[in-house]
Nanobody, 123 residues
Framework: QVQLVESGGVLVQAGGSLRLSCAAS????????MGWFRQAPGQESEFRAG????????YYAEYVMGRFNNSRDNAKNTVYLQMNRLKPEDKDVYYC????????????????WGQGTQVTVSS
């Protein structure tokens, strides 16, 4: 079972940029498709970005398309989410998650989740 740890969440100004990292344990990292989700307090997680096992395909929620960029380095067991032109609505906790299936956007398709990292965007 893969274990995931997110990092990189800080307070940034609206319009600024932030890079989140998700470090995975184990030798099976390259067997998983990875996704990023945002969760506001008391609400369900919302899909933001995904990437296939090899990193050859990335896909995004319409809301962040053109602003966020997903990438991975399987040699380092790490996934990255580059967040540009941030909006106040981009705030709250970001989770990375692992799925056996590619191109998924729903939380129930992801089997493993990190603890989350807090993103705050000031207006």
């Amino acid at each position: 079972q893969v274990q995931l740890v997110e990092s990189g969440g800080v307070l940034v100004q609206a319009g600024g940029s932030l890079r989140l990292s998700c470090a995975a344990s184990g030798r099976t990292f390259s067997s998983y498709n990875m996704g990023w989700f945002r969760q506001a307090p008391g609400q369900e997680s919302e899909f933001r970005a995904g990437i296939t096992k090899s990193g050859s395909v990335t896909y995004y929620a319409e809301y962040v398309m053109g602003r966020f960029n997903n990438s991975r380095d399987n040699a380092k067991n790490t996934v990255y989410l580059q967040m540009n032109r941030l909006k106040p609505e981009d705030k709250d906790v970001y989770y990375c998650a692992a799925s056996r299936l590619p191109l998924q956007r729903k939380t129930d398709e992801y089997d493993y989740w990190g603890q989350g990292t807090q993103v705050t965007v000031s207006s």
